[in-house]
């Protein structure tokens, strides 16, 4: 089985920062692509940004403050969040689409974690 972690929430000041990690383990021939999504109270989850063939992609909702990095070696995404705002108060997931063997590719999702931006 394939286990996705998110870590890194918690609670910011505006216009502070946060590096939120995606950990992706267990039986893993290969990741493809990943991304963070995130879902606000009363509101639709939507993708925030991700790693596709390899690039790194972020929404316009957050360009210029959000990057997306992923380090490959560690099976392990990263989202280095600056001058976070309070319409960013979300819990952000990960997911990851993973082979496990030659017949099992999957997306994976984690369950989440808090990121409150508030003074």
């Known amino acids: 089985q394939v286990q996705v972690v998110e870590s890194g929430g918690g609670l910011v000041q505006p216009g502070g920062s946060l590096r939120l990690s995606c950990a992706v383990s267990?039986?893993?021939?290969?990741?493809?692509?990943t991304a963070w999504h995130r879902q606000a109270p009363g509101k639709e989850r939507e993708l925030v940004a991700g790693?596709?063939?390899?690039?790194?992609e972020v929404a316009d909702s957050v360009k210029g403050r959000f990057t997306v990095s992923r380090d490959n070696a560690n099976n392990t995404m990263y989202l280095q969040m600056n001058n976070l705002e309070p319409e960013d108060t979300a819990v952000y997931y990960c997911?990851?689409?993973?082979?496990?063997?030659?017949?099992?590719?999957?997306?994976?999702w984690g369950k989440g974690t808090q990121v409150t931006v508030s003074s």
């Open positions: 997911n990851a689409e993973v082979r496990s063997t030659y017949y099992q590719l999957n997306t994976y």
């Open positions: 267990g039986i893993i021939f290969r990741i493809y692509d």
């Open positions: 790693i596709k063939n390899g690039a790194g």
